[in-house]
Structure formats: C-alpha cells, structure tokens
C-alpha cells in the first residue's frame, strides 16, 4: 500500500516522542482510545528510578511517553517496533513501578500503608506495535480486570475522579494487522493509519493534519 507521506516514519523514536509532545494531539489520542474526558494533558517525566542499585549506580528503566490528565489520571504510550517475547510483561512492569512511584511521595511524607491505597492514581498503557502480539487478526485488543463469569469490568473509586474507573486497562494497536474495513472503531482505526502511514480512510480532522505536518520530512529545517 501507498505511503500517505512518503518517507515519513512515525514510529522512529525520536519522531513518536515529538508527535505526543504535543499535547492537543496526546489528548485527543487518549480520547479517541479511551473515551476519558480529557480536558487537558502534561507530559511528565518518564524516568523511573529504582531503591536498589547496580554496580554502584540507581537501576532506572524509560518510557516512552507519560501523559497526566487533568484528573491525574496517567497514560503510559509505548512504542515498539520489533517483536519482543516479554514486551507485554515489561508493559506490565512499566504499568506497576508507576503505581508505586506516584505513592513514593507519601510514604516519604510518613503516611500509614493502610492509607497508601486512598492516594492511588489510575495508570493506564497505550502500545503501538508495528508486529502483531496476539494470534488474531485484530487489530486493536484492550484489556481490563472483568469476572470470570459476568464480564463485569473491575471498576474503584479514585480520589478525586467522581465516577469509578477500571483499576487496570491495556490497549494494544497492531499495525501489521491494518485493514480499513472496521468503520465502526475508526476513531482508533485512524491512529493505527497514522502511525502506520497508510492513505486515510476517512477524511482527517485537523488535530491529524497537524500530527502530519510534524512527520512530514518536506519543509523540515537542518537542525
């Protein structure tokens, strides 16, 4: 299939981390994901520095991209070109030292563990793989605690949020998988477009014609 723009490579790096560098993109990306009422986003520091040490220096790991919300709900966004075995547990990973981390500062504070649990943030993950992960031929897969019987979605009272929200959602989009016949997911189906450079299927809104013109080599300065 055609590149939309040719020679762009939204995938690379270094071009991803300036495409949600912009949050009126990284906001209606969440939307489109998550359906969250997203008013606004910050992007935070995505370093996450561990108690232990190796070889005299603190084990840190990276992520890719950590957005807050307005109601501090957090958005790890994972991109991940090759195919990696543990890649959905390093996810996982990445998802649980953030919990941790963000109640690092009350146990600094002194607060009791008991209470540790009242000042919990929402931690969700985003990943867009360029290989598929999963068997099927869909092209989006999104997780969330649910009972084994009823399907019933795990959901908890978050301090500050006012309607209970999943303690634990993970969306995989796999663009290996692209097909551009599922109109009726497209708002996500559009972002598998993008950062797979295909031809829209739909007419793009401006928020994608922004995000365009940031991986769009013509016109690029010698920087």
Known sequence: MKERIEGARPMMDLMAKKIF??????????RDIFYLPVEQVKILESTQIHEFYLDEFPFSTHIDVLAELDDHTQIIIEIQVALQIDFIKRLWLYLCE?????????????????????EMLPVYTIAITQKRFFDDERMIHSFSLRD?????????????????????????????????TD????????WIEFFGNKPYTQNPETILKQADQIINPVGWTKE
């Open 183 to 190: 109109l009726q997911h497209y708002r996500k189906v559009r």
């Open 98 to 118: 953030q919990v941790s981390k963000n109640l690092d500062v009350y146990k600094k504070d002194g607060i009791q563990t008991h209470r540790l649990a009242e």
């Open 21 to 30: 560098s912009n949050t009126k993109i990284t906001a209606q990306f969440i």
């Open 148 to 180: 084994d019987t009823t399907s019933e979605e795990l959901k908890v009272q978050f301090k500050g949020i006012d309607e209970k929200r999943n303690l634990v959602r993970m969306v995989f989009l796999e663009l290996e998988k692209y097909h551009n």
